[in-house]
């Protein structure tokens, strides 16, 4: 079992960035590839961007259109952390922001395809 704790999320004006934070506990999350997505007020659930992970090295990652160039994901395997560096940000990238962990190394850009979830991280951005 694996716990998703998000955190970083706020208030900023556009243009502002944000670096939002997953950390994980119950086991270590190496093996698992972790996804970001974020849901708007009376809108479904989106993809955001994903990383995988492997054993030697080297990663890849998935992104969004709507944030390709202004949003990075990254992970640190020792620190059971996800990172989402946002940068640019629009009012339109207003939502909670969840991070999901799959229980293999690929990643995915579809929400069913994740097993595990965290409580979410409100971002606001004002215009």
């Known amino acids: 079992q694996v716990q998703l704790v998000e955190s970083g999320g706020g208030l900023v004006q556009t243009g502002g960035s944000l670096r939002l934070s997953c950390a994980a506990s119950?086991?270590?999350?190496?093996?698992?590839?972790m996804g970001w997505f974020r849901q708007a007020p009376g809108k479904e659930r989106e993809f955001v961007a994903a990383?995988?992970?492997?054993?030697?090295?080297?990663?890849?990652?998935g992104y969004a259109d709507s944030v390709k160039g202004r949003f990075t994901i990254s992970r640190d395997n020792a620190k059971n952390q996800v990172y989402l560096q946002m940068n640019s940000l629009k009012p339109e990238d207003t939502a909670v922001y969840y991070c999901?962990?799959?229980?293999?190394?690929?990643?995915?850009?579809?929400?069913?395809?994740?097993?595990?979830w965290g409580q979410g991280t409100q971002v606001t951005v004002s215009s």
């Open positions: 999901a962990a799959r229980r293999v190394g690929s990643y995915s850009l579809t929400l069913q395809d994740y097993d595990y």
């Open positions: 119950g086991r270590t999350f190496s093996g698992y590839a």
């Open positions: 990383i995988s992970f492997s054993w030697i090295g080297g990663v890849s990652t």
